[in-house]
């Protein structure tokens, strides 16, 4: 059950603990998480992320990279990695604008290479040390290059390419207990295609950490995603649970 559940922590995006509001000068954040089952059924995931955010005003830069590999017997079922950059200009105040890059290979999901490049605002709700919460919108452009020579509801892809402009709506927060030792996240984006009313995604997250060390944290996440239009024989939704380690550093504000 765990090991399936780290199948589509490529969706995830940076984690709430790397905001782009940070007054830390730089942080960042590296985890690894594993499953191996032997018998009946041999089964062999693992999964490596590291992310990061540097703040120097008034340029805030975040971004992070995952790649996750899996086999099931003598087949390999995962061979996938994501690599996202935001850009952002004075997200210290309460209305700020964004740059954002995004790349990713998919064997899962039958994408051989996406890109998407976009800009957007987000605004503030609530920025307190205890809770936060904003609200984002940004518009992209997205090519996908996919192995399969069609998709569910749209029909044959001509040279199993994809290109759309999309519109993007993402809310997201964290909530702060126990002295800073439990933080609760939640985020909920979707994506609409301005072209192709039917082609939609949506991705719903919520989730814990709670601090075993200074540097060191157990977490879990509930995680659900869904996507319109997907090659035949692969699911349009899947709903995860995710627990793992991450390890943190970080630098005071003001230092380099």
Request: net charge positive; with cysteine; aromatic share 12%.
């Amino acid at each position: 059950m765990l090991g399936a559940a780290l199948l589509v922590l490529w969706a995830l995006p940076v984690q709430a603990q790397l905001t782009e509001g940070d007054t830390l000068r730089w942080k960042g954040q590296a985890s690894l998480n594993s499953s191996l089952t032997q018998g009946n059924v041999e089964r062999f995931l693992a999964i490596g992320e590291v992310a990061g955010s540097h703040h120097r005003h008034p340029v805030g830069l975040q971004g992070s990279i995952r790649y996750l590999y899996g086999t099931f017997g003598p087949f390999r079922t995962e061979n996938d990695w994501t690599a996202r950059c935001f850009a952002y200009w004075r997200p210290d105040r309460r209305l700020y604008p964004f740059i954002m890059a995004l790349s990713e290979s998919q064997l899962r999901r039958q994408i051989d290479y996406r890109v998407q490049v976009g800009v957007g605002l987000s605004v503030w709700f609530v920025r307190q040390r205890q809770g936060q919460l904003k609200f984002s919108l940004s518009t992209t452009a997205e090519r996908t290059d996919y192995t399969a020579d069609r998709l569910e509801g749209l029909g044959p892809l001509t040279h199993r390419r994809l290109e759309v402009m999309r519109l993007t709506a993402r809310l997201a927060g964290q909530i702060v207990l126990l002295a800073d030792r439990l933080s609760l996240s939640y985020e909920a984006w979707g994506q609409q295609s301005f072209s192709q009313p039917e082609n939609q995604r949506l991705f719903l997250q919520a989730g814990f950490q709670s601090k075993l060390h200074r540097s060191i944290a157990l977490q879990s996440r509930l995680l659900y995603l869904w996507e319109s239009w997907v090659p035949p024989r692969v699911a349009a939704a899947d709903l995860f649970w995710t627990a793992g380690f991450t390890i943190q550093l970080q630098s005071p504000a003001g230092t380099d």
